[in-house]
T-cell receptor, first 112, second 119 residues
Framework: QKEVEQDPGPLSVPEGAIVSLNCTYS??????FMWYRQYSRKGPELLMY????GNKEDGRFTAQVDKSSKYISLFIRDSQPSDSATYLC????????????FGEGTQLTVNP | GAVVSQHPSWVICKSGTSVKIECRSL??????MFWYRQFPKQSLMLMAT?????????EQGVEKDKFLINHASLTLSTLTVTSAHPEDSSFYIC???????????????FGPGTRLTVL
């Protein structure tokens, strides 16, 4: 069983839709959670990070963490064609310089 | 802030030659850098963790004599693919670790990647 599970998609939505991306994890040592966006042939770009259960909002993006269920989500409101990319969840223990464990990534296409 | 660069962005080489890829943190010092490999439509695969001034820690199955990593300063790490073969063709991405203010740990900022094609 993988430590981090993420549905690879592909996910296709119309412009303006609310997108929900999710990851589950099995390692309770994970305390630090991140979402990265990766455009084709580019390096991943950090979107959001959080280390506590609950919601964190940044513009059209909301990251949600439920440690009791070992479940994290990223919501994108009013999705735009420019949001079309692969979204990777990542997590690590609460240790400086520690390695990240990535999900497989979800490929998202927002259609105009 | 937190910009990481890689050079070159793409390289084509003949089988048997060596290729060096540079990773630089431009506006911060990173005690830890990471090297990843990514195949098409797959997630990132960690190859090694690089700490400034010490030997890199390689993941299981990664040949340390083939993928030489040097982390000579707090802003520069290099990956050298020695005696490259077509199966080494891939997208190589580095990241640099930064301790974010207000957080309990640190997170990784990624470079734009280097596409290596070995003929």
């Amino acid at each position: 069983q993988k430590e981090v599970e993420q549905d690879p998609g592909p996910l296709s939505v119309p412009e303006g839709a609310i997108v929900s991306l999710n990851c589950t994890y099995s390692n309770s040592a994970f305390q630090y959670f991140m979402w990265y966006r990766q455009y084709s042939r580019k390096g991943p770009e950090l979107l959001m990070y959080t280390y506590s259960s609950g919601n964190k909002e940044d513009g059209r993006f909301t990251a949600q963490v439920d440690k009791s269920s070992k479940y994290i989500s990223l919501f994108i409101r009013d999705s735009q064609p420019s949001d079309s990319a692969t979204y990777l969840c990542a997590m690590s223990p609460q240790t400086s310089g520690s390695r990240l464990t990535f999900g497989e990534g979800t490929q998202l296409t927002v259609n105009p | 802030g937190a910009v990481v660069s890689q050079h070159p962005s793409w390289v084509i080489c003949k089988s048997g030659t060596s290729v060096k890829i540079e990773c630089r943190s431009l506006d911060f010092q990173a005690t830890t850098m990471f090297w990843y490999r990514q195949f098409p439509k797959q997630s990132l695969m960690l190859m090694a963790t690089s700490n400034e001034g010490s030997k890199a820690t390689y993941e299981q199955g990664v040949e340390k004599d083939k993928f030489l990593i040097n982390h000579a300063s707090l802003t520069l790490s290099t990956l050298t693919v020695t005696s490259a073969h077509p199966e080494d063709s891939s997208f190589y991405i580095c990241s640099a670790s930064l301790d974010l203010a207000g957080g309990p740990g640190d997170t990784q900022y990624f470079g734009p990647g280097t596409r290596l094609t070995v003929l």
